[in-house]
Every structure is written in C-alpha cells, then in structure tokens.
C-alpha cells in the first residue's frame, strides 16, 4: 500500500511537471514569432514618406527597410495597417510580432514595450505659405493653435512647455489639436483649423514635396532629435534578439546604405545611442 501511495504521488508530480512544460512551451511558444518565415509588423500606413500606400501596396522607407531586414533573416516582412493609437495595444495583445510605425523611443514607451533603434529622427514646424505666422521653434507656439497626429512623442514635450514656458512667463497657453493621422492634421491647417503643424521632420518634407505650392517647413532646425526604433512585445526575447543580430547583418549591405541614401535618412551613430536612448 506504501508503494503504490508512492507510485500514485509520483505520478501525480510527473503530470503536474508535464502540465507545467506544457504550459512554459505554450508561453514561449506565444511570445515567438507568430508565423514561420514572416516578421508581422503593426504599421500606421498613412506616414509619408516612412509608410504610405502606393497603387494599394504599402511603400515608404520604413516598408523597405523592414523589407531588407526580413531578407538577411531569411523571413518575409508582412505590414498590418493599423492606426496609431492601437499600434502598442495591438503588440502587447499579441496581434503582431513587432512594430514597425517610425515610433520614436520614449522612456514611457520603454515602461510598456521594448524597442530597438534603427534610424535617427527628429520633429519640424509647417507652416502655410504666406501666412505671417511662420513659428521657428516650439516658445513660438504660445497663444497659438498647433495641430498634431495623436499619440506621438513630441506632445508631452509641447504641453510641458506650454506650462513651464509659455504660461510662466505670462503668456497665453498653446492650444493643441489632436488628429487621427499626420495628412489629416495637414488639412486641418490648410483649412486654418490650427495655424501650425509639427510633425516628423521627413514627413514635413514629405509634404513640402507634394504641396510645396502651399506649404513651408517654419523651423529652421531639427527639433527634439531623437531615435526612431522597432516595438517588440516585453518578453519576447525570440524576437527581439532575433532583430538585433538582423540590424547587424543588414547594416553591412549596400541595400542597407542605398536605402539610407534614397530617403536621405541618417543611421544612428554610437554617441546617438549614447546620448538619444532614454535612461
């Protein structure tokens, strides 16, 4: 009766332990890659020149490079379009592998994904051609209304200003106006619902091109310089070691440097990650 008291917990401590495998397999399992060969990206596709759709095929620099990254991973890259303010939630609820938005590495967004740079970037001010408001830099926003995509980087920075510059200095707050995506925001201002953009300073190029007619870059600089990174889901380690030793194979390519030139982009230098990656 002993022994068979013995067999009986021993069989139960080895199903328990076969459940648990089971369920640490399931968990890796869950936070690999979705589908065999493919990267799926979450990717606001409305973010000229990064990600934009051209003849109904996503196109843009962010859609190429990840083009040429899946390539040296021996992966095929696949783009959900997916709006901005559901690109995080969609890859923490696991719905993509990555995210692959131009989305600028924050320390909040740090506290809720990880991310891994891949360009650098930075914000310009647009301006209607003509107009005798023409602000240079963001103290030129006080008691003006400034029109923006939602959900992006540069917006804490603009409503802390508005406190600790505008208002302490006794002047009027900015009004900020939050659109769902960047060519909206664009609209807003041309039909005088804000009286200024910011925006990404490639994508204020991007527009300047298309509506150059209409539209000027304000700002004289870069503004709020900063790093442009892949999201990865916290934990998943699979896929984020995975991009990490791709970046480094495909930065040694000439696609790599031909794609930095096409676009007029910059790759982030070892002082950028030093000084632009947040703490």
Same mark, same amino acid.
């Given at each position: ?15 328990? @332990?076969?459940?648990?495998? %089971?369920?640490?397999?399931?968990? =890796?399992?869950?936070?690999?890659? !979705?589908? *065999? ?12 020149? $990064? ?21 040296? =991973? ?9 709006? /901005?303010?559901?690109?995080?939630? @969609?890859?923490?609820? +696991?719905?993509?592998d990555?995210? #692959?938005?131009? =989305? ?26 003509? #107009? ?13 209304k ?7 980087? /540069? ?12 208002? &302490? #200095? +006794?002047?009027?707050?900015? &009004?900020?106006?939050?659109?769902p ?6 609209? &807003? =201002? ?10 990404? &300073?490639?994508?204020?190029r @991007? ?11 304000s700002?004289?600089?870069?503004? $709020?310089?900063?790093?442009? @990174? ?12 995975? %991009?990490?030793?791709?970046l ?6 000439? *696609?790599?440097?031909?794609?930095? !030139? !096409? ?17």
């Amino acid at each position: 009766m002993f022994k068979n008291r013995i067999a009986r917990s021993t069989l139960r401590s080895v199903a328990v @332990g076969t459940v648990s495998a %089971l369920l640490a397999v399931s968990s =890796m399992s869950a936070l690999a890659f !979705k589908e *065999e060969g493919k990267i799926i990206a979450g990717s606001d596709i409305t973010f000229f020149p $990064y990600e934009y759709m051209d003849n109904n095929k996503p196109a843009g620099f962010d859609i190429e490079f990840l083009d040429g990254l899946a390539k040296v =991973m021996g992966r095929e890259a696949e783009n959900i379009d997916t709006r /901005w303010a559901n690109l995080i939630p @969609g890859l923490r609820g +696991g719905r993509f592998d990555i995210t #692959n938005s131009s =989305m600028y590495i924050t320390a909040d967004r740090l506290k809720v994904i990880d991310m891994i740079p891949y360009l650098k970037s930075g914000v310009s001010i647009l301006a209607v051609k003509g #107009n005798d408001y023409q602000p240079k830099t963001p103290e030129d926003f006080c008691g003006h209304k400034i029109g923006s995509m939602a959900g992006t980087a /540069w917006l804490k920075k603009i409503q802390t200003l508005s406190k600790e510059y505008c208002e &302490a #200095n +006794g002047l009027e707050p900015i &009004a900020i106006s939050e659109y769902p995506t960047d060519p909206q925001t664009t609209q &807003a =201002m041309l039909s005088r619902a804000v009286e200024a953009q910011i925006t990404d &300073a490639a994508v204020a190029r @991007g527009v300047v091109d298309k509506l150059g007619n209409r539209i000027v870059i304000s700002s004289d600089t870069i503004i $709020y310089a900063v790093l442009n @990174g892949f999201g990865v889901r916290k934990g998943n380690d699979e896929v984020k070691q995975a %991009l990490i030793e791709g970046l480094e194979k495909f930065s040694k390519t000439p *696609e790599y440097a031909a794609l930095l !030139k !096409k676009y007029n982009f910059q790759a982030p230098t070892a002082a950028d990650l030093e000084e632009l990656m947040p703490k």
